[in-house]
Each structure stands twice: as structure tokens, then as C-alpha cells.
């Protein structure tokens, strides 16, 4: 089992759903959960950061964390097409020290 | 945020020379670099941590005499693929954490890859 499970998607939706992420995993040391946003043949860019159990909101994204359950979740409302990207979630047990675990990353896209 | 540049951004080679590939991190000082390998519609997957001044620390399964590490300043890191085959063909991608910024101490700030094709 890896550490980290993420579906891959595709995942389409048209403009203005609420998309919902989700990614799973098996360390339940596990303390920092990072979402990154990457666009095709670029480098991933910082989303979302929390740690431990809980809720955080940035405008349009909210990120989930339960860790009862091993359960990770970013929400998108009012998808824009500019919200097209591949979203990795990332997590790590320290957070000065080792480096991050990837899921595979969903592909969403959102129509016009 | 902080910049992280890669250089070059595609390289195409020929099987059995090597490659050189530069992360620097243009407005901070990187004590640590990482250097993560991404294939198509996979993870990316960390090859090895890089610290400024000492020699780098591989993940199991990376060769580290293939995936030579040099972290010789606070603001650059370079990855050689040495004897470079087309099974080494791949999406590069470095990051670098910045400990006097970022939301926290442990966010990493990626740079753009380098897409290695090797013929």
C-alpha cells in the first residue's frame, strides 16, 4: 500500500461547480498536509497548508483535514477554467524536516 | 513567494553523456534543496535532499553515483545525470526552502523543471 492514494482523474466539471479533491493515506504520523497546484510542464506551486486535524478557507479553496479517518480534502467553489491544473496533495510528519510525500496528483478540468 | 529558477528548462541528449542541472533560489538562501523526479501522469518522487555544505542524502532505490548532487552555495544546487539513458527521461524538478520566510518553516518552493529527453 503507498503512503499516499490519490485518484488521478480526470476529473471535468463546468464552470462555476464546487470540485471536491480528496486524498487518503496510511502514516498516521502525518502532521502537515499541503495541497500544490501544478499547470502542465511547470512546477507546483503552494495552495493550502494545515496542519493537523481541521478546516482552512482561502477565498474560493477550503481545505479539509481529518486524521481520525487518514483523510485529506481540498474544495474549489466556483470553479473558473483558470482553475485547470493538475492538484497534488503533499504531507509531511515534521515540519522542519523531512521532505514532502506526493499523491499522484488529479487532473481537473473545468469547462467554460 | 520566494523564486526558484531551474536551468535549462528542456535539454535533449544523446544516450551516454551527461547532464548538468541548475536550481537556484534567486531571493533567499536555501540551506536545503530538494530534487524530485516526475514521469508522466505520476508522483513526484524524491531523489535525493541537499544540504549546503555537505554531501547529499539519497532515497532508496537512486544511484548515487549516476544522480551526482553538488549544493556548493546557499543559492545553488546542481544535479548531474551521469551516463544519461533513455530510462532516465523525465520531468526534474528541484525545490528550496526558505527558513527565514514561507508560511511555514517546512514550505518548499518548487522551481519550473527541467525536462530531460534522452535519445
Known amino acids: 500500500q503507498k503512503e499516499v492514494e490519490q485518484d488521478p482523474g480526470p476529473l471535468s466539471v463546468p464552470e462555476g461547480a464546487i470540485v471536491s479533491l480528496n486524498c487518503t493515506y496510511s502514516n498516521s504520523a502525518f502532521q502537515y498536509f499541503m495541497w500544490y497546484r501544478q499547470y502542465s510542464r511547470k512546477g507546483p506551486e503552494l495552495l493550502m497548508y494545515?496542519?493537523?486535524?481541521g478546516n482552512k478557507e482561502d477565498g474560493r479553496f477550503t481545505a479539509q483535514v481529518d486524521k481520525s479517518s487518514k483523510y485529506i480534502s481540498l474544495f474549489i467553489r466556483d470553479s473558473q477554467p483558470s482553475d485547470s491544473a493538475t492538484y497534488l496533495c503533499a504531507m509531511s510528519e515534521q515540519q522542519a524536516g523531512t521532505a514532502l510525500i506526493f499523491g499522484k496528483g488529479t487532473t481537473l478540468s473545468v469547462s467554460s | 513567494g520566494a523564486v526558484v529558477s531551474q536551468h535549462p528548462s528542456r535539454v535533449i541528449c544523446k544516450s551516454g553523456t551527461s547532464v548538468k542541472i541548475e536550481c537556484r533560489s534567486l531571493d533567499f538562501q536555501a540551506t536545503t534543496m530538494f530534487w524530485y523526479r516526475q514521469f508522466p501522469k505520476q508522483s513526484l518522487m524524491l531523489m535525493a535532499t541537499s544540504n549546503e555544505g555537505s554531501k547529499a542524502t539519497y532515497e532508496q532505490g537512486v544511484e548515487k553515483d549516476k544522480f551526482l548532487i553538488n549544493h556548493a552555495s546557499l543559492t545553488l544546487s546542481t544535479l548531474t545525470v551521469t551516463s544519461a539513458h533513455p530510462e532516465d527521461s523525465s520531468f526534474y524538478i528541484c525545490?528550496?526552502?526558505?527558513?527565514?520566510?514561507?508560511?511555514?518553516?517546512?514550505?518548499?518552493?518548487f522551481g519550473p523543471g527541467t525536462r530531460l529527453t534522452v535519445l
Open positions: 525545490s528550496a526552502r526558505d527558513p527565514a520566510g514561507g508560511i511555514s518553516y517546512n514550505e518548499q518552493f
Open positions: 494545515t496542519y493537523s486535524s
